[in-house]
């Protein structure tokens, strides 16, 4: 069970991600994206606690897709998986640094899940929609990948939610 705390910087996390993507929505969908707050999935990085937040995210600001439904499955099921899968690699590898690239790189490669959801919503050509939204994917989490780090140093996003 989350403490109350903890359920609070869940919720901020989600509010913050929820008004990022609806200021920046024209680069939020569709099949270029550059949905900047998914920089926030380094943040399981330093605690899997982050992913109730994250994931929350995620849900309500698909709400505000113009794909509807797809989104919320489609969407979702890309942050379950990718954070899933960096959650269980955290466990064995322990460098921040290597964590941020290898969280990089999933999210990336798994942007197959969201050119297959607009493949299947608006009939979009899979590949030359995978490489676009992989683009995107790559650029905010490479950008982010420093940011958090550097955020890190003076926030210490482990310390924050651990000590809730």
Known sequence: M???????????????????????E???????????????????????????GIVMGVFITNLFSPLGVYDLFFGVGHSIISLGLLILIRRSVKNVKALLVINTVIFTATMAIIALELYLALELPFWATYLTTAL?????????????????KSLNFNKIIEQL
């Open 136 to 152: 995107g994917e790559f650029g905010v989490m490479a950008i982010g990948a420093p940011v958090m780090y550097a955020l890190n």
């Open 2 to 24: 989350l403490k109350t705390k903890s359920l609070v910087t869940n919720a901020v996390i989600a509010a913050l991600y929820i008004a990022i993507s609806l200021v920046l």
């Open 26 to 52: 024209p680069l939020s969908f569709m099949s270029v994206q550059f949905r900047v707050p998914e920089m926030f999935n380094h943040l399981v990085i330093f605690s899997p606690r982050y992913f109730f």
